[in-house]
């Protein structure tokens, strides 16, 4: 379970506002990547806070909004399909993190980034594998980041209904791959990562 143990060395050093970042997202055919910062008091306990992975879409729901409550701050922020098509996915992930910093309405002196590459931040940051089971501020933005994305994800469904969004939050699922080669994809994929419909013409 995470705890405040990584938070509290950097407090130790001396830095007093010590946010979590995760991002959600990398992974689908369509749609931005969403990053988060979060702050937390020291100590404060929320019952249930987990890597958003093991937990129900009810629980991060609720602890979505129990997070935004009770953070000293946090902020959400987008790295857009244009982006990640521009660059790569990585690079608008890492965009992504570095606007939710900067968006804290409390500014950050130190960052946990969740994951193994924490460059070109421009406040001292760790990086931390599996910080979203370890560390109880990247947890929160573990959390903060899945429920926006996942919202939007409803959102992209709602307008583009043909793919099914909603169900499978634009993962590469079977049925989205078929729906996607029946109707051709729409300005919300990213193009690097629907390359099997250039294969499949080339068959």
């Not at 990547?33 to 093991?54: F, H, M, Q, R, W």
């Not at 937990?55 to 902020?75: F, S």
């Not at 994951?115 to 599996?130: E, H, L, M, S, Y």
């Not at 049925?175 to 109707?183: C, E, G, N, P, V």
Request: some cysteine.
């Amino acid at each position: 379970m995470p705890d405040y143990s990584i938070e509290q060395e950097w407090i130790q050093k001396g830095y007093q506002y010590v946010c979590g970042v995760d991002e959600a997202g990398r992974g689908p055919l369509c749609g931005p990547v969403v990053a988060a910062a979060c702050i937390l008091p020291t100590g404060l306990v929320i019952e249930g806070l987990n890597d958003s992975k093991k937990l129900t879409e009810k629980k991060r729901e609720k602890l979505y909004d129990v997070i935004r409550e009770k953070a000293l701050a946090y902020a959400i922020a987008e790295g857009s399909v244009e982006e990640i098509n521009a660059t790569n996915i990585l690079e608008a992930d890492l965009l992504a993190m570095r606007r939710a910093i900067a968006a804290l309405p409390i500014p950050a002196d130190a960052a946990l980034i969740d994951g193994n590459i924490n460059r070109d931040f421009p406040i001292p940051t760790q990086a931390v594998v599996k910080g979203d089971a370890l560390s109880m501020s990247i947890a929160a933005a573990s959390i903060l980041a899945k429920v926006y994305r996942d919202r939007l994800c409803a959102e992209l469904d709602a307008q583009y209904p043909q793919y099914g969004i909603a169900k499978h939050k634009g993962y590469g699922t079977k049925d989205h791959m078929a729906a996607l080669r029946q109707y051709g994809p729409a300005p919300i994929y990213r193009t690097k990562f629907i390359r099997f419909l250039d294969e499949d013409g080339k068959k």
